[in-house]
């Protein structure tokens, strides 16, 4: 009979009993030292990639399907912080036949690149329809900023789906 409030004996299962003794001790400190290892990578990782040393995707956009020539492809993005560009990647995934494509990054209507040679370009033949532009020469982005793209130049033959991303510190 069990009376309310007080413990009374619980038979042990088959599985418990096997972990009496010695194999419950050794077990645990395994476990310890894993999680102690564990926590140590992750604390390490988090340093490593702290908001101070790390670039943060600030907008993409995308032009999707069939591309041409255009202003304020994708729309605006009215930036919430401020910023300096830390990387600008431009990604085209099915290329034309011949020529490049090249995008251009504008803060408030004005280009970013002054030099126009150094505005994000993927060339048709490029092998990962992927490249790292050069820094734009305006790098600095303040809140409110308004941050547009226009594709300035295309491919010959149809070339597909293009994105455009910021990076920003």
Do not use: C
Request: glycine share 8%.
């Amino acid at each position: 009979m069990t009376i309310p409030g007080r413990y009374s004996k619980q038979p042990v299962d088959r599985v418990g009993s096997q972990y009496r003794g010695n194999l419950v001790g050794p077990i645990l400190t395994e476990m310890d030292r894993e999680l102690r290892r564990s926590r140590t990578s992750i604390d390490r990782l988090v340093q490593q990639s702290s908001p101070a040393t790390a670039p943060t995707v600030e907008h993409r956009w995308a032009a999707n399907g069939p591309f041409r020539v255009g202003a304020t492809v994708d729309g605006g993005y009215v930036s919430p912080t401020n910023f300096s560009v830390a990387a600008v990647r431009l990604h085209r995934r099915t290329p034309g036949s011949s020529g490049s494509t090249i995008v251009d990054l504008n803060k408030n209507g004005v280009t970013m690149y002054t030099t126009q040679a150094n505005r994000p370009t993927v060339d048709f033949s490029d092998p990962d329809n992927l490249v790292l532009a050069a820094q734009p020469d305006i790098a600095t982005v303040a809140v409110g900023d308004l941050l547009t793209i226009d594709i300035d130049q295309i491919e010959s033959g149809t070339p597909r789906d293009l994105a455009m991303m910021i990076e920003g510190m």
